[in-house]
């Protein structure tokens, strides 16, 4: 069962089944709207779904919320008395890093271009589904979760979820087929690959150049894994080798081998 209401600005289309959007984290959002009707109808609606919301009044409120308590998202309207989303934006980039969202009847493209300028992760225009704004909060969290995941494991590893490798935490900027020939050796471990597998896997029967384009492939991703190039060993005479047995001993904090 569905039920839709509006106010103002803004769309409720929710159902009254909890269970429709799966279990939610307990995060602590940080949601400032001057708005009391509007500030209201957020903070029930995603206290519904799981979040602990603090709902300040303008910035000013918030400001002082975020100084004596840590938010995992911020929520924030443009247009406030005394101290205005933008400014609230920026101070709070000056003191932590966390996801910044902002709800806004501006529309024009340099408000938005600033408040991406500002830090901000999603500017999202009034009128909106509170659906929408909880799918836009779900994912930006996950985002960041993932980000802090990633700094904080070491080694060589794939996040499958968001196709993208990490070193030490950090990401790794690969071209497409680079990605494509890396993701091969890490699904093929300690294992024999030669050239003719490797066109097969990324080129297919139609390939028509030479082997010698998997050795350039493979100096690229040596060079863009920095140390954790050696990962990838060459076989003289007959291909490649993925030794992951160096990529963990990274990761358990032995040191690797030169």
């Known amino acids: 069962m569905y039920i839709k ?4 600005h803004v769309t409720i289309n929710a159902t009254k089944d909890r269970g429709y959007w799966g279990m939610v984290n307990m995060n602590r959002i940080l949601l400032a ?16 779904h799981g979040f602990d919301v603090y709902a300040a009044v303008d910035g000013e409120d918030a400001w002082e919320a975020v100084q004596t308590t840590r938010y995992q998202l911020v929520l924030l309207d443009v247009m406030m008395p005394g101290m205005d989303g933008f400014t609230l934006c920026r101070k709070i980039r000056e003191r932590e890093s966390v996801p910044v969202l902002f709800l806004t009847a501006r529309v024009l493209e340099e408000d938005q271009l600033r408040g991406y ?13 509170l659906r929408v704004l909880l799918a836009k909060c779900q994912a930006v969290l996950e985002r960041y979760q993932c980000g802090m995941q990633a700094e904080q494991q070491k080694g060589l590893w794939k996040n499958e979820k968001r196709q993208q490798f990490f070193c030490d935490g950090q990401p790794v900027e690969l071209q497409s087929m680079d990605f494509r020939l890396l993701s091969y050796f890490y699904e093929n471990p300690n294992r024999i690959l030669t050239r003719e597998q490797i066109i097969l896997k990324l080129w297919g029967y139609e ?4 082997d010698r384009s998997v050795d350039t492939h493979v100096k ?13 060993r060459t ?7 993925f030794e992951r047995n160096k990529m963990v001993k990274e990761q358990t904090g032995e040191g690797q081998e030169g």
């Open 117 to 129: 300028e500002l830090g901000a992760d999603d500017y999202i225009l009034k009128p909106f589904s």
């Open 5 to 8: 209401n509006t106010y103002r």
């Open 33 to 48: 709207e001057d708005n009391d009707d509007l500030r209201e109808l957020i903070t029930d609606f995603l206290s519904e």
């Open 235 to 241: 076989i003289v005479k007959k291909g490649y080798i």
């Open 207 to 210: 390939y028509g150049g030479n």
């Open 220 to 232: 690229n991703l040596r060079k863009a894994l920095g140390d954790y190039g050696s990962c990838i």
